[in-house]
């Protein structure tokens, strides 16, 4: 069984677009996050959720909104997508947010295209 | 702030070769983890070891191995007798405390094993 599971693999879509991903695991664990991996392949935290609640939201755009309708589903929602939206986005869980639970285990990424 | 760097953009070698893919830290904290993930061509994060800032003894893995040294802020990683499976970014990254023990993430390194 996946651990930590994204829909869909790959999207492209058009500037001004509205898209979801979604994110969602089984590994009873109480922390999600969202990463964006840019062309560069440089990882940024973007969100985390502890519990369904917002944690950190790092300096991005409101046009990108998080979900969590439950502690196993993180989806990301991203309005009037542009070009710069283009990039691979890792959904990612650990146990909880203590230090000592702080490894993560990530989803398998989903690669935005936007034209 | 916490900052990762992997001034190696990119190696190569040839099967076989023994290869260590460096990393330094900066961080104020006194309790911290570091770890190392693997991003092969196909595009997953697989998570490969952490070890937490009071634990200094070197770990070994196979043909894996990894050397924390704190007095240096350094945790390099070593491949011992490259195969071509090896080939991959692996990225370093460092626990950040200030929201939800995200992680933070050095800018990779390229390594490429030729046969």
């Known amino acids: 069984d996946t651990a930590v599971s994204q829909t869909p693999k790959y999207l492209v879509t058009q500037m001004g677009n509205d898209k979801s991903i979604k994110c969602e695991q089984n590994l009873g664990h109480d922390t999600m996050y969202w990463y964006k991996q840019d062309s560069k392949k440089f990882l940024k935290i973007m969100f985390s959720y502890n519990n369904k609640e917002l944690i950190i939201n790092e300096t991005v755009p409101n046009r990108f909104s998080p979900k969590s309708p439950d502690k196993a589903h993180l989806n990301l929602h991203i309005n009037s997508l542009e070009l710069g939206d283009s990039a691979v986005y890792f959904c990612a869980s650990s146990q909880d947010i203590k230090l000592v639970n702080v490894e993560q285990y990530f989803g398998p990424g989903t690669r935005l295209t936007v034209t | 702030a916490q900052k990762v760097t992997q001034a190696q953009t990119e190696i190569s070698v040839v099967e076989k070769e023994d290869v260590t893919l460096d990393c330094v830290y900066e961080t104020r904290d006194t309790t911290y983890y570091l770890f190392w993930y693997k991003q092969p061509p196909s595009g997953e994060l697989v998570f490969l070891i952490r070890?937490?800032?009071?634990?200094?003894q070197n770990e070994i893995s196979g043909r894996y191995s990894w050397n924390f040294q704190k007095s240096t802020s350094s945790f390099n990683f070593t491949i011992t007798a490259s195969q071509v499976v090896d080939s991959a970014v692996y990225f370093c990254?460092?626990?950040?405390?200030?929201?939800?023990?995200?992680?933070?993430f050095g800018t990779g390194t390229r390594l490429t094993v030729i046969p």
């Open positions: 070890r937490n800032s009071f634990d200094e």
């Open positions: 990254a460092l626990s950040d405390p200030t929201g939800a023990n995200n992680l933070f």
